[in-house]
């Protein structure tokens, strides 16, 4: 199996994107992308989509996003057209929290692809022919842009392509069919969880807002992210600690209270064994 690397595709390394149209009329062999995040957009056409050891049938209108852990190829291409966005994760970081807390970018460019290296699964996103032709529209503008390359081409790139995430999560949050459910609520979890987590959240209220009870949701974090949903809530809390001790000079006592826990010496604690440093030993290191 081969590795694939971005600076095959672009040398640019302030700028960690690109974006191409495909054409395969042959089957592509089995490769791993090893350092950078690829969004496909199937065009036109069909193929037989393998990744890892699962095998599925793809056509037009199917968008699906492969990070580098995922091994994938294309077999028996038939008029099969994609669109290519390969682009380093750190890009879609700087998403505002309206967009990073929306269910369908959690479910689309965070979970299935997270997901899809632990068990089979099938995306969740089929463009009907009306949604195609906008996202056609939009990759065609961006793919001029890249090409040409006038002055600003980055800043405009950028923003045509968040433009892109956000109609395509859009869509995965509104279609009525084809999703995973329990993908669903996840993201559902997620997005209240991002959005709230600094705040006193109780494992019942985040199932309430999930439409699900305690049970399934600590079953379908444990399944889909391999965690509970009090250490996602602890981690963005001791994420957001990190931060404060990083760039702010509040006392650690008022940095534990900010950031959602009631208890100093447990916040000590929690973030001595995520980071292996007290809060005052990660602050006088930076």
């Not at 195609?132 to 990759?139: G, K, L, R, W």
């Not at 000590?268 to 005052?280: I, N």
């Amino acid at each position: 199996m081969d590795n694939v690397y971005l600076n095959w595709f672009t040398n640019d390394e302030q700028f960690p994107f690109f974006i191409q149209y495909g054409g395969h009329e042959e089957d592509t062999i089995l490769h791993k992308h090893n350092d950078f995040t690829e969004l496909v957009i199937v065009l036109n056409g069909n193929a037989t989509h393998i990744v890892n050891s699962e095998t599925y049938f793809i056509k037009k209108g199917n968008v699906f996003v492969l990070n580098g852990s995922a091994s994938h190829a294309f077999k028996n291409p038939h008029d099969f057209k994609i669109c290519n966005i390969m682009y380093r994760p750190e890009i879609l970081r700087s998403a505002g929290p309206d967009l990073s807390t929306s269910n369908g970018f959690q479910a689309l460019f965070v979970l299935e692809p997270f997901y899809r290296n632990i068990h089979s699964f099938q995306s969740g996103l089929s463009l009907p022919i009306p949604s195609m032709e906008h996202v056609a529209s939009i990759i065609s503008d961006m793919i001029n842009e890249y090409n040409d390359k006038q002055q600003g081409y980055q800043t405009m790139l950028i923003s045509q392509f968040m433009e892109l995430v956000i109609y395509l999560s859009r869509q995965y949050d509104n279609q009525e069919n084809g999703t995973d459910s329990n993908l669903m609520h996840l993201a559902n979890a997620i997005s209240y969880i991002e959005d709230n987590y600094l705040e006193p959240l109780t494992l019942e209220e985040i199932a309430d807002r999930s439409k699900i009870s305690v049970r399934h949701l600590n079953r379908i974090f444990q399944s889909y992210y391999q965690t509970t949903p009090i250490s996602y809530l602890q981690q963005l809390r001791l994420e957001r600690a990190r931060m404060l001790l990083r760039q702010s000079g509040l006392p650690i006592t008022k940095i534990s209270y900010e950031c959602g826990f009631n208890d100093s010496n447990y916040f000590t604690r929690k973030f001595s064994k995520a980071y292996g440093l007290s809060p005052k030993a990660f602050r006088l290191s930076q």
